[in-house]
């Protein structure tokens, strides 16, 4: 028997859950969010899909694995289908299973959570989704979405962001009017490019560099996406994209990232609030996309920054692996303070002229 959750919920998004296990505390919580519909057996999720129209398809589905063939079964069915293909789908399950984290990131859903789940983490990611799916065709139409959960950086924290982003700036500025006449008398294009980024509780906002490649140089990457730098984790998939040598890369431009002075103009993000000085790497969206399940969900949840524990730990060496960086990431959300960080930007300096082209 199929079963009807519905709310008068202010965000007018609709969730479509099947299981068991998990309904009561599940729903419950999730009507606060989404309108929730419970169909109960996943073989009666095809059934409801078949039965909606252009307008009534609902925006995400969740769905238990209890039969693992089946589900990725009806999986396949739901991505055969034009109306239904681009639906977010994220799966639970009981236990830890590489085996099952391969088979979901080859049938490309969107997430994969292992118990325990966090209900408020889940809803964290999915509101992510949401807003990734929608931005997809006008990124500027972020501004009109739904806001994430705000995620305060300590006072403490900030207050030293603040001062020290502020004077850096000031000493470092005949510096840096000498390194945007280089840039704009080597090549044509804008002297800082600015590019979409998610950091803390999954905000996006415009991450700013001095420009180091040629101006068309977004449009050539996907050409050379198969020399990703860091070795595969065996999950199918790398999150941190990485061009080794890259071509696109100016002669000018190529000093700049050995010596991470493109880096400098993210000095304004700090004083903008948009990211710590110390923190997790902010992430570009098709990135922050394809982090995978709730052990790696944790990294958002600390601040993000200029620097941070993995660029001091293994810096522009190869053998640096996916989970490695994800592993120090989770460990630096959980583990942050301000003495750590000044710890972190201390050893920053000697990590500054990388051994490789990165």
Do not use: C
Not at 22 to 48: C, D, M, P, Q, W
Not at 258 to 275: A, C, F, H, I, Y
């Amino acid at each position: 028997m199929m079963n009807n959750y519905n709310t008068n919920n202010y965000s007018g998004l609709r969730l479509v859950y099947s299981g068991s296990a998990r309904e009561i505390e599940f729903t419950r919580k999730l009507e606060a969010e989404y309108e929730v519909v419970n169909v109960g057996e996943v073989s009666h999720l095809v059934e409801y899909l078949n039965a909606q129209s252009l307008f009534s398809t609902p925006d995400v589905i969740l769905i238990e694995i209890e039969n693992a063939d089946k589900v990725f079964e009806v999986i396949k069915t739901i991505k055969s289908n034009p109306l239904s293909s681009g639906l977010i789908i994220v799966l639970l399950a009981k236990e830890k299973d590489i085996n099952l984290r391969k088979r979901a990131i080859k049938a490309q859903v969107h997430d994969l959570y292992f118990d325990p789940v966090r209900i408020e983490d889940l809803v964290d990611r999915l509101s992510f989704l949401i807003k990734f799916k929608l931005i997809k065709p006008n990124i500027e139409q972020l501004s009109a979405i739904k806001k994430s959960p705000v995620y305060d950086i300590p006072l403490s924290k900030r207050l030293f962001d603040i001062l020290s982003s502020g004077a850096t700036l000031i000493m470092i500025s005949p510096i840096l009017l000498i390194i945007a006449a280089i840039i704009r008398l080597e090549s044509k294009g804008p002297i800082i490019y600015k590019s979409k980024r998610v950091g803390t509780g999954y905000k996006v906002f415009n991450f700013y560099k001095f420009r180091s490649m040629q101006a068309d140089a977004d449009q050539k990457l996907k050409d050379l996406s198969a020399l990703n730098q860091y070795a595969d984790d065996g999950s199918g998939s790398n999150a941190f994209v990485k061009i080794k040598n890259d071509p696109r890369v100016t002669k000018f431009g190529n000093f700049l990232r050995n010596t991470s002075l493109d880096e400098v103009p993210q000095l304004l993000n700090v004083l903008k609030g948009d990211m710590s000085l110390v923190g997790n790497r902010p992430l570009p969206l098709y990135e922050a996309e394809m982090l995978t399940s709730n052990e790696w969900s944790m990294r958002f949840l600390g601040p993000s920054g200029l620097t941070g524990l993995w660029q001091i730990s293994k810096r522009g060496k190869a053998e640096m692996s996916d989970t490695e960086r994800k592993e120090l990431d989770n460990f630096y959300a959980q583990n942050y303070s301000l003495w750590f960080d000044i710890k972190i930007i201390l050893g920053t300096f000697p990590a500054l002229f990388q051994k490789e082209k990165v």
